[in-house]
T-cell receptor, first 110, second 117 residues
């Protein structure tokens, strides 16, 4: 069946360093969404990308959707403690149900 | 605006006891409704989804069940809990497929932490 792979599973960074998580789908996606889950909290929608090659920015966060609409990335510049959490990507299957990546946990080193 | 409420927030239940988690959505009609489970430090596992009253689809076999007695109410139940049922349960909704503003975005409730002892 359709799969969405997300790497890495964890990323430890010093505060101020950059962070990137990658998402790859086994099939072409109509759109891809990104969510953030703070520790102890629930996932919150961040953004949706729809167009091939699309790039969107939210302050220090940059989201990209690949030309083939099968991969995506989230890059955070100069991480802050407020960025801590797990970032999930998700894309719809043929029944419009979201298939989720396993998530990348961003950990800030003390 | 739309809101989603889920309760209880936390519960500790003995093995073999029943379970009932409830979720309601306000501010929208005919939403798609979902129950997800998240084991500690893990990803999101879809348990059930519903596109209408009385319509439930199960994604994985388990000893849990779901019901949708009203348009904006979704209930997760079990007759006898297992230790492996422990986890973080999330109710969620999305706009029904086909609406102009859809796009499958999922909006989650605050979640319910279940510990089976």
């Amino acid at each position: 069946g359709q799969q969405v792979m997300q790497i890495p599973q964890y990323q430890h960074v010093q505060e101020g360093e950059d962070f990137t998580t990658y998402c790859n789908s086994s099939t072409t996606l109509s759109n891809i969404q990104w969510y953030k889950q703070r520790p102890g909290g629930h996932p919150v929608f961040l953004i949706q990308l729809v167009k091939s090659g699309e790039v969107k920015k939210q302050k220090r966060l940059t989201f990209q959707f690949g030309e083939a609409k099968k991969n995506s990335s989230l890059h955070i510049t100069a991480t802050q403690t407020t960025d801590v959490g797990t970032y999930f990507c998700a894309g719809p299957d043929s029944n419009y149900q979201l298939i989720w990546g396993a998530g990348t946990k961003l950990i800030i080193k003390p | 605006s739309q809101t989603i409420h889920q309760w209880p927030a936390t519960l500790v239940q003995p093995v073999g006891s029943p379970l009932s988690l409830e979720c309601t959505v306000e501010g929208t009609s005919n939403p798609n409704l979902y129950w997800y489970r998240q084991a500690a430090g893990r990803g999101l596992q879809l348990l059930f989804y519903s596109v209408g009253i009385g319509q439930i689809s199960s994604e994985v076999p388990q000893n849990l069940s779901a019901s949708r007695p009203q348009d904006r109410q979704f209930i997760l139940s079990s007759k006898k809990l297992l230790l492996s049922d422990s986890g973080f349960y999330l109710c969620a909704w999305s706009v029904a497929q086909g609406w102009p503003s859809s796009g499958n975005t999922i909006y989650f409730g605050e979640g319910s932490w279940l510990t089976v002892v």
